[in-house]
């Protein structure tokens, strides 16, 4: 599976299928798991979806059908309960649990949403992810996590607000997510988690997947680059650096990295 996740980081963007590159991602950390079984559930819900939207012609009438077969009959909803559990963002864990984060469950919808032909794609919401149906000529956004219940322009616009107090207005826009981003911020999920339980190692093996699937990702490398340093391996953390350099043309940053590994050449 290892290089699946090496696959992942050489194919075109547009060539990666959400749910199942997150399924062999998440399968990573669940050895001897077959994923047949979780394949004939996404295939159940890929039927079901097919039988109510065949009718499904704007993309109102998409989203609520996407509700109806994800929320209403297969029961994905957000858990708001145990926000924070780590199997919220395993692809595989959110199949048997029927709970997520906005993100794990975003590609669920995004997913199946594909399959049908229909236009879908993750919105990076400050602090959240949305997904949009349709073009953007008459586009609707809906809330995964809440059941897939859909999401007004003034509840977008209030959603980002709460999150971008004091920031500039540049920063203050929702973006599409490319597949590649989509998946590096499940893993971050639980990379960061895994931090802040105190378990460097794990998070370490969660930012060498991100740095695999998406080597051009410079953050992931600095991270990654600090957790080995933490575990004493200042080759391995050398090694990333230069790999984050190889990646990075903002010139202040390349500065920072260069001086960072003229310090390490002196460990």
């Known amino acids: 599976m290892d290089d699946y996740a090496t696959q992942l980081g050489l194919i075109e963007d547009d060539e990666i299928v959400l749910d199942e590159a997150a399924l062999c991602l998440a399968l990573l950390d669940h050895e001897g798991t077959q994923l047949p079984e979780y394949h ?138 490319a597949n590649r981003a989509i998946l590096v911020r499940l893993l971050l999920n639980q990379a960061t988690r895994a931090k802040q339980a105190g378990k460097g190692r794990r998070a370490l093996e969660l930012y060498n997947r991100m740095t695999m699937i998406a080597p051009s990702h410079g953050p992931a490398w600095w991270e990654r680059a600090r957790l080995e340093l933490d575990e004493g391996d200042t080759a391995a953390a050398r090694h990333s650096l230069t790999a984050m350099l190889e990646v990075t043309r903002e010139p202040d940053l390349r500065s920072k990295i260069t001086q960072t590994l003229d310090a390490l050449i002196a460990i």
Not at 59 to 83: C, K, N, P, T
Not at 91 to 96: T, W, Y
Not at 141 to 169: K, N, W, Y
């Open 40 to 177: 004939r559930l996404l295939d159940a819900v890929a039927t079901r979806l097919d039988l109510v939207g065949d009718d499904a012609h704007s993309a109102r009438q998409q989203a609520e059908a996407l509700s109806q077969v994800l929320f209403d009959e297969f029961g994905f909803v957000g858990d708001q309960a145990s926000y924070d559990d780590p199997a919220n963002a395993d692809l595989i864990r959110v199949l048997d649990r029927r709970r997520g984060l906005p993100v794990s469950l975003s590609i669920l919808y995004i997913a199946a949403a594909r399959r049908m032909g229909w236009i879908a794609e993750a919105l990076d919401v400050p602090g959240h992810v949305l997904v949009l149906i349709g073009n953007e000529a008459a586009p609707t956004i809906i809330d995964p996590f809440r059941g897939g219940c859909l999401v007004s322009e003034q509840q977008l616009a209030a959603l980002v607000a709460a999150h971008t107090v004091g920031m500039p207005p540049a920063v203050r826009h929702v973006a599409a997510m």
